[in-house]
């Protein structure tokens, strides 16, 4: 659908750089590539739908295509923010894509004005490379074909739907890996219980005791740290503080050490106990990779992830710990110092991947992977944030599958729980798919549309064999009075959370919502479901 553009990361003073300075401060350099590489595929110009193609094109995705061959009308002007009164009887997709390109015209757009089954059949191929597809608003069986291609094909998907005041995101993806998940909080990877000969060396070369103020007052407190865990451990048979009562103990320890209350080095040593005087392991969700067949059973056709997942196993294997990740907090100290501190674990990060690397050479050898396919960058950047490694997928690529019952069923009895949005999605759908329009488009059939619906929903439930559950009917009611209308406000906010999704997705950083969620406009209320 468009051909892909070869980037080269860009230095800090050119005017794209500038111009996407805030972003690149989340996902670099790297990120901003993939995103320019990246080709987005909506199917239904939809108030939601264009929502989230605004959070795309703004940071710089590189190219759109819209497809929809539906006309303008005087309900999507008043509902849709990128159509305007002079789109009237127009082309939807061309239509939005005139104005979503006017905010960032390095974007190139495509539209295509033919019906979905129609695209399908004659653009095949191109679908195949197309990095993400965004589903609004569409007939149920070009939905399941649509998820089918994408899935067989790899291509994570956006499944997003606005109705009244209730908006429904869904996330269907086969296999999605993410090296860099960037928690909101980490612990330093500092290794102060187990550490290495050229931290000890380090350490060991620094006298506290015969310092001057000066110097004392500029001792990194990881050095401050590792002395009081020296006169603990002789203490203590070795063993490091293990709770509240030993932790706090070992603070004053560190306190008597001090020369001055004015010394800040020590006041962050104090401040940094409970995060950084902690037993060295491997977090449970890594150890759960480590048996995942994908990691055991290497093959030809194995991806670099797993690969590389199974080159830290190895390393975890003959050392007990993880690599190191090599990072530095900042801290008071003297320059020279910190600077001395920060290269050892620099170095010892960068040995560490050199390790991890010699492992995957070796497993590519082993199992005939190429091993230029994997980039040794790659390698190193895997080691170091090998902690926060995350593997994220959905089981099957159907909307409507019966899992949604394990996911949904025990908040069902609770008329006020979200749980229901899902439902009322999946029997709107049904309704549209059997009866050509929207329930509740027109008053005179408000009441019967809200009688069908609440059978489709009785069936629904039967079919996911959930009994017992009755959606609440004024929820029900509400639902079905919007006539599938969408909110503009309701539709902004939740297409602001489905971009976020899809630049998750597109550049692999950041852990993307597992895997249903949804939002109440009228209780300000949001929810998560695995699906």
């Not at 009887?89 to 015209?105: A, I, K, T, Y």
């Not at 997928?393 to 019966?402: A, F, L, N």
Request: include cysteine; hydrophobic fraction near 40%; aromatic fraction near 8%.
């Amino acid at each position: 659908m468009t051909e892909k553009r070869v980037l080269e990361v860009e230095s800090a003073s050119t005017p794209k750089s500038m111009r996407y300075d805030r972003q690149l401060r989340l996902w670099g350099d790297e990120g901003q590539v993939l995103l320019e590489n990246a080709t987005v595929c909506l199917f239904g110009a939809t108030a939601i739908g264009c929502e989230i193609l605004k959070n795309l094109v703004l940071p710089g995705v590189g190219a759109v295509s819209v497809v929809d061959h539906q006309r303008v009308t005087t309900t999507d002007i008043q509902t849709n923010f990128f159509l305007s009164p002079n789109s009237l009887n127009e082309f939807r997709g061309s239509s939005v894509l005139d104005h979503l390109q006017q905010l960032n015209p390095d974007v190139k757009t495509t539209a295509y004005n033919v019906p979905i089954t129609e695209f399908i059949n004659t653009h095949m191929e191109d679908l195949k490379k197309v990095s993400l597809f965004i589903i609004s608003n569409t007939a149920y069986e070009s939905v399941r074909e649509l998820t089918q291609i994408a899935w067989d094909s790899s291509i994570p998907v956006v499944y997003a739907n606005c109705i009244g005041m209730y908006a429904e995101l869904r996330l269907i993806v086969k296999e999605h890996v993410i090296v860099e998940s960037k928690p909101d909080s980490m612990l330093p990877d500092l290794r102060l219980d187990l550490p290495f000969t050229e931290l000890l060396d380090f350490y060991q070369n620094i006298d506290l005791a015969n310092c001057t103020d000066t110097e004392h007052a500029h001792i990194p407190y990881v050095i401050i740290l590792l002395k009081c865990l020296d006169l603990w451990r002789s203490t203590h048979t070795g063993n490091i503080p293990q709770n509240y009562r030993e932790k706090t103990d070992f603070k004053k320890l560190i306190g008597r050490l001090r020369r001055s209350k004015t010394e800040e080095n020590f006041t962050e040593a104090e401040s940094n106990v409970n995060k950084c005087i902690v037993k060295t392991r491997v977090p449970g969700h890594v150890l759960e990779l480590f048996e995942d067949a994908r990691c055991t059973d290497l093959s030809a056709t194995s991806s670099n992830f797993w690969v590389c997942l199974a080159a830290v196993k190895q390393f975890h294997n003959v050392k007990g710990v993880l690599p190191i990740s090599g990072r530095l907090e900042d801290m008071t100290s003297d320059s020279q110092t910190f600077i001395s501190l920060q290269r050892i674990y620099s170095d010892k990060a960068a040995a560490d991947a050199d390790q991890i690397l010699s492992y995957v050479r070796n497993l590519c050898s082993k199992h005939g992977i190429p091993e230029h396919s994997i980039d040794p960058s790659y390698v190193t950047k895997f080691s170091r944030n090998c902690q926060f490694l995350r593997v994220f997928g959905t089981p099957h690529p159907d909307i409507s599958s019966k899992a949604i019952r394990e996911a949904l069923e025990p908040s069902l009895d609770d008329a006020s729980d979200l749980a229901h949005i899902p439902l009322l999605f999946q029997a709107h759908l049904r309704f549209r798919e059997r009866e050509g329009k929207a329930p509740g488009l027109t008053t005179p059939e408000l009441n019967q549309d809200q009688v069908e619906v609440q059978a489709i929903l009785a069936d629904i439930l039967k079919e996911y064999e959930v009994s017992g559950a009755v959606v609440p009917s004024l929820l029900l009611q509400d639902f079905v009075r919007f006539g599938g209308v969408e909110v503009p406000s309701v539709a902004a906010f939740s297409g602001g959370i489905g971009g976020h999704e899809c630049i998750k997705l597109i550049t692999r950083q950041y852990v993307p919502v597992n895997n249903c969620f949804v939002y109440n406009g009228a209780t300000q209320q949001s929810s998560v479901f695995t699906l």
